[in-house]
């Protein structure tokens, strides 16, 4: 999945919980950019590695097999 890039700033993830278990698709990524403020989505598939830095400006969302988020945090 793509990272799209949104104007925002410093991500806040606590009300973006009800995404998970959602099917991850562009349009729900696009709405999680939105609500988190963040400035950049960065998709997690089973299995990636990702690197251990920490951006407040990234909302990280991962995924399963079957394509649910599992996950929805900052960083």
Sequence with gaps: MTSPSA????CQADALQTYVG?????DIGAKILAESGAKT???GAPGTMWTMDHREDRVNVRYDDAMIITEVKCG
């Design 7 to 10: 104007g925002g700033g410093m």
């Design 22 to 26: 959602q099917k991850a698709d562009a």
């Design 41 to 43: 989505l960065r998709w």
